[in-house]
């Protein structure tokens, strides 16, 4: 059996921004809000927004 040696890398020193910042994360569950319906995908939409706005921290 061969084992490969893991990858290895240098990782900038630079800050690393989030994913998303919580102005992005905001504006994305006001447009899931504004997709939801009745429909499947509009329920899924709204079901999303609901867990990821749960996870967001409340506006000051």
Known sequence: MNSFEPPTG???DDERLPLL?????R???ALLL?????????REAGQLAHDL?????APE
């Open 21 to 25: 910042t919580l102005d992005e994360a």
């Open 34 to 42: 504004h997709l939801a319906d009745d429909s499947a995908e509009g």
């Open 53 to 57: 706005a749960l996870r967001l921290p």
């Open 10 to 12: 240098d990782y900038p």
């Open 27 to 29: 504006r994305a569950v």
